[in-house]
């Protein structure tokens, strides 16, 4: 059941537009008549903010290995993409991968011989990528740096144990370098809720298209773009409080495995 048929079934949200004054200039009631509508569409907003927080994150982390290890082939490839993502507007990426993606989709149906349906793609698949490369592109420096300032002492602790170099990645490095990169990270996490607004230049009716189609029935658009504006404050809000209450877990509660090392370390 959607928010607008909840809304209009609540008097008490009826009687509380009554009493807002409508105004000439500007209406309240106007910016609170669209907050159901707006609301609607948070769902997708926070659809294409995780997607591209989520595969944003994954590409970032290996972005920071290779340039970490400069590994001979992937280095300069990483160098590029990067330099090109954090040097292009994030716009233009989304038009790049709206129309670029189709196209190279085409090119291989017609190279060789696949019967991809393109026109079966949603546009969230492309804003999703463009979203998840862009915040790889800044995350990674933020990630490269956090791993290379996790302390080296536990590095060698955990390898004279005898885990291999995957495991310490993921038992001493990983963790370690968390705690170091959150605040940084939820900060781009916020950064990217707003950047999901761009989204509707590639057909996509999310938060601040359906204040321009709302907008465009009584061309009240400021009160419906303060609407929109009220709801991504709170979002932010939201995000930032979970933020601090991640990091402040991240900072009480030190890594299983170095717990784990100091253990042996002492008993040895």
């Known amino acids: 059941m959607s928010f607008?048929?909840?809304?209009?079934?609540?008097?008490?949200?009826?009687?509380?537009?009554?009493?807002?004054?409508?105004?000439?200039?500007?209406?309240?009631?106007a910016v609170f008549d669209a907050m159901p509508s707006i609301i609607e569409r948070v769902p997708v907003m926070l659809g294409l903010t995780l997607g591209g927080a989520v595969f944003g994150i994954l590409l970032a982390l290996l972005f920071a290995i290779v340039k970490i290890n400069q590994t001979?082939?992937?280095?300069?490839?990483?160098?590029?993409?990067?330099?090109f993502l954090r040097g292009t507007p994030i716009l233009v990426q989304l038009m790049?991968?709206?129309?670029?993606?189709?196209l190279f989709l085409k090119f291989l149906n017609q190279k060789y011989g696949f019967d991809w349906n393109i026109n079966?793609?949603?546009?969230s698949v492309f804003a999703i990528t463009a979203f998840a490369l862009n915040n790889a592109a800044y995350a990674s420096e933020t990630i490269r740096a956090a791993i290379q300032a996790v302390n080296a002492?536990?590095?060698?602790?955990?390898?004279?144990?005898?885990?291999?170099n995957l495991q310490v990645y993921r038992r001493v490095?990983?963790?370690?370098?968390?705690?170091?990169?959150?605040?940084?990270?939820?900060n781009s996490l916020i950064g990217l809720t707003k950047e999901t607004s761009l989204a509707f230049?590639?057909?996509?009716?999310?938060?601040?298209?359906?204040?321009?189609?709302?907008?465009?029935?009584?061309?009240?658009?400021?009160?419906?773009?303060?609407a929109v504006a009220l709801v991504y404050w709170a979002v932010s809000i939201i995000i930032e409080q979970t933020g601090r209450l991640i990091e402040k877990k991240l900072s009480i509660e030190p890594p299983k495995t170095s717990l784990e090392t100091q253990e042996v370390i002492a008993n040895d």
């Open 72 to 83: 001979k082939i992937l280095y300069p490839i990483q160098s590029v993409v990067v330099s």
């Open 153 to 164: 002492g536990e590095i060698e602790a955990a390898k004279s144990l005898g885990m291999t």
């Open 120 to 123: 079966a793609i949603p546009a």
């Open 201 to 226: 230049n590639v057909g996509i009716i999310e938060m601040f298209a359906q204040a321009q189609i709302l907008g465009g029935s009584d061309y009240r658009y400021f009160e419906r773009y303060i």
């Open 173 to 186: 490095i990983i963790p370690n370098a968390a705690v170091i990169a959150t605040p940084t990270l939820i």
């Open 4 to 29: 607008t048929i909840l809304a209009s079934g609540l008097s008490w949200y009826d009687r509380l537009l009554e009493h807002i004054p409508e105004g000439h200039l500007f209406s309240w009631r």
């Open 96 to 102: 790049l991968s709206y129309y670029g993606i189709p």
